[in-house]
């Protein structure tokens, strides 16, 4: 008897509580797993454009340095166009450099393919992707345009620990954002300091 005993209480089941708190765990945990994958996805959308707006910063960046370094341009002139320097002033549009080389100053023209044709949207930079065929330079490839991107260039004086402003050095940062339909909007912002000197 006391034998029959031991063995039903080794063959005990789960109670009802035990299994609902042990649905509600697992729940918990595989909509954790969906939310990470959602985010995960979201985030592989707006990788073309992170790299884009990425490099675009980049580029204006090491413009601005390279004018400098090779006295393109002089340092007075690395300044927005309201302290009277060469830099326009707010979000601008991704045109491509005039004549003094720089991108984001007054004279910006209109964007030109490979091809020679000029980019739609008003000439805004756009990019020549591959195709279907997944081959770049064949009749299939695709155009894609920057129109949704911006670029800020900020130019500011640098202050001495005397209050005094530093002649010889200025702040400068750039920032590209873009916005895509159904995500918000993000930028890529690069900061750094130009002297006078080289």
């Not at 670029?151 to 209050?163: A, E, K």
Request: proline share 4%; glycine share 10%; net charge negative.
């Amino acid at each position: 008897m006391m034998q029959a005993q031991a063995t039903r209480k080794s063959e005990q089941g789960f109670t009802l509580i035990e299994t609902m708190i042990a649905m509600v765990v697992m729940t918990v945990g595989m909509l954790a797993i969906i939310a990470v994958f959602g985010t995960a996805i979201a985030n592989t959308q707006s990788a073309q454009e992170d790299l884009i707006a990425r490099q675009k910063t980049l580029e204006a960046m090491e413009s601005i340095y390279t004018a400098r370094n090779s006295q393109q341009i002089p340092f007075s002139a690395i300044a927005n166009v309201a302290n009277g320097g060469n830099f326009k002033g707010g979000a601008q549009s991704l045109l491509c450099a005039g004549p003094d080389g720089l991108v984001g100053t007054t004279d910006d023209v209109s964007c030109t393919t490979t091809a020679g044709a000029t980019c739609p949207n008003g000439g805004v930079e756009c990019m020549v992707l591959p195709g279907p065929d997944g081959v770049l330079g064949t009749a299939d490839d695709v155009i894609m345009s920057l129109s949704n991107f911006k670029r800020t260039i900020t130019i500011n004086q640098v202050l001495l620990p005397s209050g005094a402003v530093n002649q010889n050095m200025v702040a400068v940062t750039v920032s590209v954002s873009y916005s895509q339909a159904g995500l918000p909007s993000r930028t890529y912002t690069a900061n750094g300091l130009i002297s006078s000197y080289h």
